[in-house]
């Protein structure tokens, strides 16, 4: 079964979100806690482009 472009683009946005979610919780939050650095990163992998945006209003300086 194919998913398309559209399908496609979807998919490349989300990996694209839980890099990025990822990324800037371990490598630039430093006083977050080991615990929610693994929460985020397992919601990042389920949730990728939700988590990205709450994480963005959640966590911008």
């Known amino acids: 079964m194919a998913l398309g472009i559209g399908g496609t683009l979807v998919g490349i946005v989300a990996l694209i979100c ?3 979610v990822i990324y800037d919780v371990w490598a630039n939050q430093k006083k977050m806690s080991s615990g ?9 992998i389920v949730f990728s482009i939700i988590t990205a945006i709450v994480y963005y ?4 300086k």
Do not use: D, E, G, P
Request: net charge positive.
């Open 18 to 20: 839980a890099v990025w």
């Open 36 to 44: 929610y650095k693994i929460l985020w990163t397992v919601v990042a």
């Open 57 to 60: 209003f959640v966590n911008r």
